[in-house]
């Protein structure tokens, strides 16, 4: 099967200051791809460069078997999805504006979205769930909402592959669990292939289906989450000691839990 | 019933603007009665035995017909620019001089003035010298092949700064009794002065540029989430700006110099189309036009009509112009309505 996302010996640097360099990844259709590491250990600029919107100094990089840079913007927003880390903007656009924009690398340059490309847009808020908000201020909503209108964005570029920066941080616990449950069901019924950042383990333990561990621009270890989500990893990565817990989840089955051990005298 | 809603206010903005020119032709100092205006008109195009002096047609077809079209040309034009700038540098405080084009164009007035132009040259100068400016906040603000939207406004404060100062200078060595005032009643803008002339050389370029940025005014909503975002979402973000540029650059250069300084529409004009029709560019580019012809139709017919002297536009924009925002802002609390 061909890789939907191939990248070989990728180098990035902001001027002299390099960033991650001799990175190799790939990303097959029903990937969910977890990248954990440390603040500021690339990963962000990493999922820049496999969007293109960084260009990587050195490296080659295949976007389902076609080489990125033969690429034209709109096709590679064809190919690609990237939910960003919901922000705040200027302008109240409602929440059906924000899904729209998403319709843009499908028309032509003068056009502006049809009556189908509204239909596609509502659609696309309908499978994260939030079909009832498409009227609201953008502005107005909660973040988890804004977090899910921005992967409603993505869908409506009908992409492949589904680029998300730390779509659950800022988010209260059951936000968290939304978005995961969405993504993995986008895995399963759009057979959309995904890369995702995150700064929680256990969250990689729960949708993943591969982990990279990123720290000081390169990868410490790739695999299965079961085999690459251990104490001695963790503590290299974070510096901090956990306890891996196995415990009974919904489905009969066992599930690892990450327990992060708090220095007690450092607390009181 | 929202929908319904939306009908009605576009179906307002077209009536505005057409109401508003049809009813400026009565105002002035020469009376036309309302039948002889239509007559006159009709004659253009049908063959009517003219039934009234010389007088009435000059002043129609030489004086009020040229001030209204360019009043309405340059309303609008100021307004649309205004909307696509505030959009692309996601900035509801910019105007569209944020990249000098009227510092540019106000020093290049004041260059043809002093060198005794006559006023084809001065509006010549100012166009020339606006589009200067703006080509060199561009040119200053390209780093690594791209152009940052900071960068952008950086070096428009820059340009701007630097022809104000020479624009200083060249008030500072004019002569004080002839080409000074001249440059200050320049600068404070004005349609007293227009002529047939200058509708047929301002006017095309403005349309021109209005319509380029018609044309791509749904895609300054993606280049308002930021540059990372747009390129995303597979837009050529410097092709995109350029044109929106471009397209600013010509309408405010074109208006400038043929009515000199008139500030505070650009920047207000697009706000009151927020409240009316909501942030979305596809629906507030043609907003801000129809309501930014209105509104300096109505000052310019206030210009020439409120006392017998014609008042400096750029004084009445800011003096009608100001009090209404801050009433419309008191109401809808910061256009949140």
């Known amino acids: 099967m061909e890789p939907r996302i191939r990248l070989r010996g990728g180098a990035f640097s902001y001027r002299d200051r390099p960033i991650f360099c001799g ?62 880390q919901e922000h705040t903007i200027q302008f109240p656009y409602s929440v059906l504006d924000i899904v ?13 979205p049809s009556k189908r490309d509204r239909e596609i847009a509502e659609r696309a808020l309908e499978t994260v769930g939030v079909a009832h908000l498409q009227d609201q201020r953008y502005t107005e909503i909660s973040g988890g909402e804004r977090q899910l209108a921005l992967i409603a964005r993505a869908l409506a570029q009908e992409p492949q592959i589904l680029l998300l920066d730390e779509p659950t941080s800022h988010l ?13 069901r986008l895995v399963r019924e759009e057979r959309i292939a995904v890369i995702m950042a995150t700064h929680f383990p256990n969250h990689a333990l729960l949708v993943s289906t591969r ?34 817990v196995v415990v009974g989840n919904n489905r009969g089955g066992r599930d690892r839990v990450i327990v992060p051990l708090m220095d007690r005298q450092l607390a009181v | 019933m929202r929908f319904d809603k939306r009908r009605l206010i576009a179906a307002l903005l077209v009536i505005l603007p057409l109401a508003l020119a049809g009813l400026s032709f009565f105002l002035g ?11 006159v008109l009709a004659s253009r195009v049908a063959p009517i035995q003219p039934d009234w002096p010389d007088t009435v047609e000059t002043v129609i077809f030489n004086i009020r017909l040229p001030r209204i079209l360019l009043a309405l040309c340059i309303g609008a034009g100021l307004s649309v620019s205004g909307a696509a700038f505030q959009g692309m540098f996601q900035n509801p405080l910019v105007s569209p001089d944020i990249l000098g084009v009227t510092a540019g164009a106000g020093f290049g007035a004041a260059i043809g003035i002093l060198l005794g132009g006559n006023s084809l040259a001065v509006q010549g100068f100012a166009l020339v010298f606006g589009m200067l400016a703006v080509a060199l906040s561009y040119t200053i603000s390209r780093v690594y092949e791209t152009t940052p939207t900071l960068m952008l406004v950086l070096s428009g404060i820059v340009v701007g700064a630097i022809f104000s100062a020479l624009l200083s200078l060249a008030k500072y060595v004019a002569d004080p009794k002839q080409k000074l005032p001249a440059i200050v009643f320049w600068l404070m803008g004005s349609l007293a002065a227009i002529s047939k002339r200058d509708v047929i050389t301002a006017a095309p370029p403005m349309v021109a540029g209005m319509a380029g940025l018609l044309m791509v005014r749904w ?3 993606i280049l308002s989430m930021g540059d990372e975002e747009a390129r995303s979402l597979g837009i050529r973000t410097d092709l995109l700006k350029a044109i929106v540029i471009i397209g600013c650059t010509v309408v405010t250069a074109s208006a400038v110099s043929v009515c000199g300084i008139i500030g505070w529409i650009g920047l207000v004009v697009p706000h009151v189309g927020r409240m009316l029709v909501g942030p979305d560019h596809k629906a507030l580019l043609p907003a801000s036009l129809s309501l930014g012809a209105s509104y300096l139709l109505v000052i310019d017919d206030l210009a020439r009509t409120l006392i017998s002297a014609e008042i ?5 924009t800011a003096i009608v112009g100001a009090p209404f925002f801050a009433y419309l802002l008191r109401r809808t609390q910061g256009g949140r309505t």
Request: glycine share 10%; with cysteine; hydrophobic share 45%.
């Open chain 2, 219 to 221: 895609r300054i909503n």
């Open chain 1, 23 to 84: 990175l190799d990844l790939d990303l097959f259709e029903g990937d969910v791809t977890c990248l954990l590491g440390p603040n500021g250990c690339g990963k962000t600029t990493l999922l820049r460069c496999l969007n293109a919107i960084l260009a990587l100094r050195e490296g080659e990089l295949w976007l389902n078997g076609q080489r990125a840079n033969t690429l034209s913007e709109t096709e590679r927003a064809r190919m690609m999805g990237f939910v960003f």
């Open chain 1, 172 to 184: 209260d616990f059951g936000n968290q669990m939304l978005i995961l449950e969405t993504i993995h």
């Open chain 2, 29 to 39: 100092r020469f009376p036309i009665a309302p039948a002889t205006l239509l007559k």
């Open chain 2, 312 to 316: 400096p536009l750029g004084i009445l």
């Open chain 1, 100 to 112: 729209l924009m998403g319709r843009a690398p499908h028309l032509s340059f003068l056009a502006s």
């Open chain 1, 211 to 244: 982990v990279l561990l990123m720290k000081d621009g390169g990868f410490i270890a790739e695999g299965v989450p079961q085999d690459v989500i251990t104490g001695s990893h963790l503590k290299a990565l974070y510096g901090v000691d956990v306890e891996v």
